[in-house]
């Protein structure tokens, strides 16, 4: 049966971020918070602006900053670092392969928690250092969960149980987004380990969104309503292993699958999900749109080609 995509839109998406992190830390003692003037200036782009607790400023040295958080995790402590660019998370790349290894190799539980809180500078080319939006690729590389929420329900049911959770895992979220309303989508489904979000079904495609494409995928939702006709919506995070059979068995059943990725990498999962589709459903249509095939990418790459109106009238 198919259900329609409404949304409604309440305070912005940096607002919603601010109020759910403090809210997730409120109660948690003791704690450390580390991250470059997290206590006075912009607050890392307000995303660290009212935050509970003791904080720590710290300098410029990434790779210092993530062997100490798991250093902190590894002895049972509990530590959340806030970055202003992913970009700087290159920097630490070191720690985040290496450690991540050391600790899979104990194979003990780890009792401590490491999140690593991070801001994607995706509104549009800003510069040799400020456009990496390879989350994906970096939680391929560590083989470490991520997480990129952009829908109201996302936000706060991923902040809630991931922020503090036991282990190591990357929050990424989108400057792009930051000034826009946050979207409170309806939630259909939910993944147990939060991989996966459904927030439509319908009868006449599937649309799986990576790296905060969610609004995307949920306008070109409500044009393909406009037009008479209905399409599954799915936010799909980097979370391994990819357990993404509900949205295989919805695309087989649709007959189409519209995939939505902006995270610029050149192998990206919004292939391996067509791959397993595919393999699947041999039949199925693919459209895949990826921010390499946005027009003008070096002005901005907020929008995918072909156009979403265009898009919505391809039968």
Not at 159 to 177: N, T
Not at 187 to 211: H, P, V
Not at 294 to 311: C, Y
Request: some cysteine.
């Amino acid at each position: 049966m198919s259900q329609p995509v409404t949304a409604t839109y309440l305070a912005t998406v940096q607002a919603a971020l601010a109020r759910t992190i403090s809210a997730a830390m409120a109660s948690q003692t003791p704690l450390v918070q580390m991250g470059e003037n997290i206590d006075k200036g912009s607050c890392i782009c307000g995303l660290t602006r009212h935050l509970p607790g003791i904080l720590t400023n710290i300098g410029n040295c990434e790779l210092t900053h993530a062997g100490t958080g798991f250093g902190l995790m590894m002895n049972g402590a509990r530590c959340v670092l806030y970055m202003k660019q992913l970009d700087f998370l290159l920097l630490a790349l070191d720690q985040l392969a290496n450690t991540m290894q050391f600790v899979r190799a104990q194979g003990a539980p780890v009792d401590g928690s490491f999140t690593i809180a991070a801001i994607v500078c995706d509104q549009g080319l800003q510069g040799p250092q400020s456009s990496f939006q390879g989350l994906n690729g970096i939680c391929s590389t560590v083989r470490a969960d991520g997480f990129a929420p952009v829908a109201k329900v996302e936000l706060e049911r991923i902040i809630a149980a991931q922020l503090l959770r036991p282990g190591f895992r990357i929050l990424a979220f989108s400057q792009r987004l930051f000034s826009a309303p946050v979207a409170d989508l309806p939630l259909l489904w939910e993944a147990r380990d939060q991989s996966c979000f459904q927030f439509a079904e319908g009868r006449d495609a599937t649309i799986a969104c990576f790296s905060f494409t969610l609004d995307s995928g949920a306008e070109l939702a409500a044009r393909m309503m406009a037009g008479g006709r209905s399409a599954s919506l799915f936010s799909l995070h980097p979370v391994a292993p990819h357990r993404w059979e509900r949205v295989v068995d919805d695309a087989a059943r649709t007959g189409r699958l519209i995939v939505f990725d902006g995270g610029k990498e050149t192998l990206s999962p919004a292939h391996k999900l067509a791959a397993q589709v595919l393999l699947a459903a041999p039949g199925v249509r693919l459209d895949i749109h990826t921010r390499e095939d946005a027009t003008n990418d070096a002005v901005s790459d907020d929008r995918f080609a072909p156009p979403l109106e265009e898009l919505a009238l391809c039968r």
